[in-house]
């Protein structure tokens, strides 16, 4: 179990912010959402024009920086790159158009079972069943192939473009747009998410904690150490919602959510089944773009591109439920996802 | 001694690799990583099935020689 702390303390902090920053003020069972936020960010940044989720949160910022500034200080800082670039843009694409079904990245799954959405539970075993096929396609032998070092400047350039971005927000804020009614409009003072992100971002660059590895690994080598970090972040929230009497187990009238079970099911079992090829999950991807990995960096850029898409082609769900084109479109990338998986598996003696 | 090079490769290939390689080799083998969270992979790994990893790092590369216990 002394093993295990590290990662268990990291899932139990996260769960602790996610409440702190949903009491000051971010959307109910959003208190972290990688997806939302990267939503509500390129949405700020006029990538998209849905009025209700314009927002540069500061939490996306503080996780790259909590990351950068550990991986700096224990020597993990490392410039890398070059790993199939644009397949990892089109799988972030694909991961982001699975979470915006949903309505959620794999942490907020987690924090929505937290507060009682059943329709989560749901989102939960597409999730199992996405990371399963992925599974799969690694056994098969899957790769997208190796990385090289890169200068350090290359590894610190996705760092530095989303602090100046953030700085730009501070400074020049008319270059932005801001919601004024929906999630969007909804946050913590800018301090206490930046501050929660750095905490989040250091804490697990540390620990390697990744929503996606813990289930993945279960399945591949049954080593749940990862896996202990979600299940401490659960019974965090749910400690939580239930202290503060926040728990509510239902369907229907969940904040942020649909209860259309189908769809949940596919969004998330295209959410896992990508992030397994992706090698982490979508927090894990801002951390290992902290410490350097260009190619998380391109992935991130691939979800920004999906979320805005997602709301330019309206193919996000909302409170309502899924819309038909978002419907085509997690089919469109599910079958992405299968010819990808076809495509990297590498046979026998074939280097990577 | 079988070397397995896994540098530049995403989690869990490292781990795959190492698996598998050890599967056709159980009296051990030598596996060559460039980051410390493979080389915490491949430890953890090796101990649950049986090995000892000793490592040893140069120019931020290790070298782990995976043997039986």
């Known amino acids: 179990m002394k093993k295990n702390m590290m990662v268990i303390i990291t899932g139990a902090v996260i769960g602790l912010v996610a409440l702190i920053l949903v009491a000051l003020g971010n959307p109910a069972n959003m208190g972290f959402c990688i997806a939302c936020f990267l939503r509500d960010s390129a949405g700020s940044c006029s990538l998209h024009s849905a009025a209700a989720v314009q927002y540069f949160r500061p939490e996306i910022v503080g996780i790259v920086l909590g990351s950068l500034v550990i991986s700096l200080c224990f020597g993990e800082f490392r410039a890398r790159g070059g790993s199939s670039p644009v397949t990892r843009l089109i799988l972030g694409f694909c991961v982001m158009v699975g979470a915006l079904m949903f309505l959620g990245c794999p942490l907020r799954m987690l924090l929505r079972v937290g507060g009682g959405d059943l329709n989560a539970v749901v989102g939960l075993v597409g999730f199992i069943a996405g990371i399963g096929v992925g599974v799969l396609a690694l056994n098969s032998g899957f790769s997208l192939r ?3 070092a890169q200068s350090k400047s290359e590894g610190a350039a996705f760092p530095a473009l989303v602090s100046i971005l953030f700085i730009l927000t501070l400074c020049v804020p008319a270059l932005f747009l801001f919601s004024e009614s929906g999630p969007g409009s909804q946050h913590a003072p800018i301090l206490a998410s930046l501050a929660g992100g750095l905490a989040v971002g250091a804490l697990a660059q540390r620990s390697r904690f990744c929503m996606a590895g813990g289930l993945r690994d279960t399945m591949l080598f049954r080593d749940m150490h990862l896996l202990w970090g979600s299940i401490a972040l659960l019974v965090v929230v749910l400690a939580g919602n239930f202290i503060l009497g926040k728990f509510k187990l239902s369907f229907a009238e969940q904040p942020v959510a649909h209860t259309d079970g189908l769809w949940n099911f596919l969004g998330m079992a295209t959410v896992g089944w990508g992030s397994v090829l992706l090698g982490g999950c979508p927090l894990r991807q801002l951390v290992m773009a902290g410490e350097g ?35 085509i479109a997690v089919v469109v990338c599910l079958a992405i996802l299968l010819v990808i998986s076809l495509c990297n598996i590498l046979k026998g003696g074939k280097k990577a | 001694m079988t070397n397995v090079d896994a540098r530049g490769r995403s989690c869990p290939e490292p781990l795959i690799l190492t698996r598998k390689a050890l599967i056709d080799n159980p009296e051990g ?41």
């Open chain 1, 293 to 327: 990995d260009s190619d998380a960096a391109v992935t991130i850029t691939g979800m920004v591109l999906g979320a805005a898409l997602c709301h330019n082609w309206g193919l996000a769900s909302s409170g309502n439920g899924p819309t038909a084109n978002g419907q």
């Open chain 2, 29 to 69: 083998i030598t596996v060559v990583v460039d980051n410390v969270c493979s080389v915490e992979n491949i430890t953890r790994y090796a101990g649950h099935e049986g090995y000892e990893a000793a490592r040893e790092e140069k120019d931020g590369e290790w070298t782990l020689k995976i043997t039986r216990r």
């Open chain 1, 146 to 148: 190796r990385s090289y």
